[in-house]
């Protein structure tokens, strides 16, 4: 393996990205574009990691990010695909899905919580569904993150001391953890079915996470036909004279502590 990106090319590179990522967005907001993109992959893949290096300098009114927690009993009782509709994007919309619709042919297939049926119909109606949301304009783009068995298991390693990412081992992921085979055929199997012409998957090597997040954006730029919108420039006037008004006393506001005055 080629030696790894140094810290500081790699936050330059990403804060080259991000601007571009800027004036992708003002561009999907002026044309109308439509854009939804999903992320699926094994857990502590980097997706998420990757979602907030996307989303972190844009507008979250026209970049948004979904992520559905298991469904409703009333849910379950709806088409399939029908709770995931519901958030697919208007004009000028990006939507990110961090796991998608292909949680059925994945996790649930795994862990046994669809029947045989449902995961048949599912391998059978999804390439028209996305068809269809292809065929109405959508512009939808398909992410996988494959990360080794020797390197996932390291991050659940160092999950397991670090507090501020123990609440990621759920009890699913543990179970997981132990299914390797079985989630790779699944996937297997997924792509089998779903790697189509007009929806297809792009694999993102992630067994080092600050490559897998420049080429991913890299990738993701490449396939939206953006332009830069040309915008006025923008002026900061001077501000009138404020008068007429005399403020409360700030002794009147409860404030926060400054605890940081004890830290030094």
């Not at 390197?151 to 001391?161: A, I, K, N, P, V």
């Not at 953890?177 to 079985?182: E, G, Q, S």
Request: neutral net charge; proline residues 6%.
């Amino acid at each position: 393996m080629m030696g790894k990106i140094s810290n500081s090319d790699y936050e330059a590179e990403l804060a080259r990205l991000q601007i571009e990522l800027v004036k992708l967005q003002e561009w999907v907001k002026h044309t109308g574009h439509r854009v939804a993109v999903i992320f699926e992959g094994r857990d502590a893949a980097g997706k998420g990691g990757t979602i907030k290096r996307i989303t972190e300098a844009m507008n979250p009114r026209i970049c948004q990010v979904v992520a559905l927690p298991a469904p409703t009993e009333r849910e379950k009782s709806q088409w399939y695909f029908q709770r995931y509709v519901a958030h697919l994007p208007a004009a000028g919309e990006i939507v990110i899905f961090d796991r998608s619709w292909y949680n059925r042919a994945g996790v649930e297939r795994v862990m046994g919580f669809c029947s045989e049926e449902e995961y048949k119909e599912f391998m059978r109606s999804c390439p028209e569904f996305e068809r269809m949301l292809v065929g109405s304009g959508i512009q939808l783009i398909k992410y996988w993150f494959s990360v080794s068995d020797e390197e996932q298991e390291r991050r659940f390693q160092m999950r397991l001391t670090d507090p501020t990412k123990q609440w990621k081992l759920s009890p699913m992921d543990l179970e997981s953890r132990k299914r390797w085979v079985d989630y790779s055929k699944a996937k297997d199997d997924m792509f089998s079915h779903t790697d189509i012409k007009q929806a297809p998957w792009y694999v993102v090597n992630s067994d080092v996470k600050k490559h897998a997040r420049i080429n991913c954006i890299n990738h993701f730029l490449s396939l939206i036909p953006y332009k830069e919108i040309e915008r006025p420039p923008v002026v900061l006037e001077e501000r009138p004279p404020q008068r007429g008004y005399v403020r409360p006393p700030m002794a009147d506001q409860t404030f926060v502590p400054e605890v940081h005055l004890d830290l030094k």
